[in-house]
């Protein structure tokens, strides 16, 4: 995801002595200029967009009251400033619900606390489109999520950057079983259902740079930037039993398993298909490149799919043997 701050352009800032008069110079200096930032000390505490500035000088009585005095009488004071590392979606949402008055005005950048420059909405609306149509172009057909590319890219960032993050590896076992049974469009279904449960306790609740991708079939990852994951997968395994109900039948449901014939002719009873997360973190172990979190994920796959029933487990490392 692109950051506000990859987008900042630089325009001048003025300080909060500063008087109108100055701030028209620099205007008609720099036609292109659409606005200037006050600071204090560096800390961005005003806006002045040149159409609200022109529009105070235009009023009755506007230029002879305000053009010898300090900008604080004609500034926005209270403008939209966001973090450097905010995510251009977040921002974007911020921009558009600003006032009628405001919806254009420039979008203050601030990094630790000083400021670093400004996005126009015509920027942060370019940027928010390319974003969406990446997105949609590596995204899985089935599920809508980020695909293989996306997921690449997110690992390689969470690894790189060593700040906290838990990593959830999930699946459904006797998956296959399910779908030779009740056919691929009942599976698709699945499937769907599992993708709309993880992106309702990982991505909408609330979780800045929180990430789910499918990988394929019934395979999917996501990123906490966080290490508090046990009560988003339980959440994630309560809703997912609730919900598994509806794709079998009475009689299967109630036996707890799929009696079927095989390919060879057999008859086998296949479980309910339940939901496995593997969960890697950071904390303390420093996984030093994607390939390093994949594999050691692979091998907390295999840890939980020694349960039956749905489950999640903190991937730990087998004990040596003496």
């Known amino acids: ?20 008069s100055e701030v028209k110079a620099l205007f008609e200096m720099h036609p292109e200029l659409e606005g ?5 000390s560096d800390e961005p505490i005003g806006l002045l967009m040149k159409s609200h500035f022109y ?40 921009a558009m619900n600003r ?15 000083s400021l670093a420059g400004v996005v126009s909405i015509k920027t942060l609306l370019i940027k928010l489109a ?38 959830l590896y999930t699946d459904l076992d006797h998956f296959k079983g399910y779908n030779d049974t009740y056919g691929f469009n009942k599976g698709d279904l699945l499937i769907k259902e599992t993708a709309g449960i993880l992106n309702k306790y990982i991505l909408l609740n609330g979780t800045e740079d929180a990430f789910v991708g499918h990988i394929g079939g019934d395979d999917f990852i996501a990123v906490l930037p966080h290490y508090d994951f046990e009560n988003i997968c339980e959440s994630i395994i309560q809703e997912y039993s609730i919900r598994l109900k509806q794709f079998y039948e009475e009689e299967d449901w109630e036996r707890g398993s799929i009696y079927t014939q095989t390919r060879d002719n057999r008859y086998v009873d296949i479980p309910l298909v339940s939901l496995s997360i593997a969960v890697l973190t950071n904390k303390d172990r420093h996984f030093q490149s994607v390939e390093e979190l994949s594999n050691t994920a692979a091998k907390a796959k295999k ?11 903190l991937y730990s490392e087998p004990e040596a043997v003496t």
């Open 55 to 94: 529009q105070r000088l235009s009023a009755k009585y506007g230029y002879d009251l305000f053009m010898g005095r300090s900008i604080e009488l004609v500034m926005d004071k209270s403008p939209l400033i966001v973090d450097y590392f905010a995510s251009i979606t977040k921002v974007s949402s911020l």
């Open 36 to 40: 200037i930032v006050a600071v204090n």
């Open 303 to 313: 840890q939980c799919k020694a349960n039956t029933a749905s489950c999640y487990i």
């Open 1 to 20: 995801m692109i950051k506000i701050g990859d987008i900042i352009d630089r325009v001048p800032s003025v300080s909060l002595q500063a008087k109108s």
């Open 130 to 167: 390319e974003e969406q149509v990446n997105i949609a172009t590596y995204s899985n057909p089935l599920s809508g999520l980020p695909g293989n590319v996306l997921i690449e890219n997110k690992l390689k960032q969470v690894v790189s950057k060593q700040e906290p993050y838990t990593f």
């Open 99 to 113: 006032s009628q008055e405001h919806l254009y005005d420039y979008v203050i950048v601030t990094l630790n606390g």
